[in-house]
Every structure is written in C-alpha cells, then in structure tokens.
C-alpha cells in the first residue's frame, strides 16, 4: 500500500471577528439549515474540512468558513471549533 502525507494548513482556528463577520453576511442564518442562529452559539466550520489537508481546500481562510451552530459542529467532528461568547 502506498501513503500520501497530507499537509495540513498550520492554522486551524478561525478568528472570532472572522466567525461573526461571515454570520452576518450569512443573513444571521445557520450556513447548513438556514434556520436563525443566536450570537451564543456560533461556530466557525471548515467548508472542506482542516483534515483533507491544504491540497484538497482544508484551509482556514475566508473562503472556506462557514458558521453553524455548536450542536452542529459537535457532531461533525474534529473539522471545526466552537466559538465562546460572553453572554
């Protein structure tokens, strides 16, 4: 069998401003169920997850942010983080 390290962009979170920035262009909305989504409970998403590497799109950039809700994030995985608001 043949292996193919995959290199990985060395920045994975996404910045606070950045993650309410794209909610805002986002209509305030869910980016996956386009349902409303509350200031607490924000999470930033890789469109193309951070695991499949630079080569695939799995970058931390603008282009490829999301933002969903923390229960939604949870239980994607490992492929985006949460954001924590002070209430």
Known sequence: AEF???IKHSFRIFDKSMV???WKE???LDA???KPLDINNLAGDHIIAHKEGIKAGG???WENLQVISKN???KKGSSSQFL???A
């Open 4 to 6: 193919t390290k995959i």
């Open 20 to 22: 309410i920035e794209k």
């Open 26 to 28: 986002q209509g305030k």
């Open 32 to 34: 996956e169920t386009g």
């Open 59 to 61: 970058v931390t950039t």
């Open 72 to 74: 939604r994030n949870q």
């Open 84 to 86: 924590k608001m002070a």
